[in-house]
Nanobody
Framework: QVQLVESGGGLVQTGGSMRLSCAAP??????TGWFRQAPGKERELMAA????????YYADSVKGRFTISRDNAKNTVYLQMNSLKPEDTAVYYC??????????????????WGQGTQVTVSS
């Protein structure tokens, strides 16, 4: 199991920005994704990146506003969130390793999850 440590999150106003970090202190470079779960809704994938950083995926709802990146020297994946909207309010989870095929990413049997971090966007 991969240990994942999330940081970032909190309260921001509509239109603001926030950066989330997901560190794997004992891990390597994995396919990693950021999911979010709002109250009463299913957890859904927002963005993901392959081990090299060359391939990324974004959900339609965040394209053009969120950017996923990684620093393999630090075993850390980042999610930069800009132009935040109230509907972005959710608990955000990082997950790794993900399966990657067909141009998208999927949780697998060996996927580990971070503890979750709350992001609240006020209107």
């Amino acid at each position: 199991q991969v240990q994942l440590v999330e940081s970032g999150g909190g309260l921001v106003q509509t239109g603001g920005s926030m950066r989330l970090s997901c560190a794997a202190p004992t891990g390597s470079s994995y396919e990693t994704g950021w999911f979010r779960q709002a109250p009463g809704k299913e957890r859904e994938l927002m963005a993901a990146v392959n081990w090299s950083g060359r391939n990324t995926y974004y959900a339609d709802s965040v394209k053009g506003r969120f950017t996923i990146s990684r620093d393999n020297a630090k075993n850390t994946v980042y999610l930069q969130m800009n132009s935040l909207k109230p509907e972005d309010t959710a608990v955000y989870y990082c997950a790794a390793p993900l399966a990657y095929y067909g141009g998208t990413f999927y949780p697998a049997s060996g996927t580990s999850w971070g503890q979750g971090t709350q992001v609240t966007v006020s209107s």
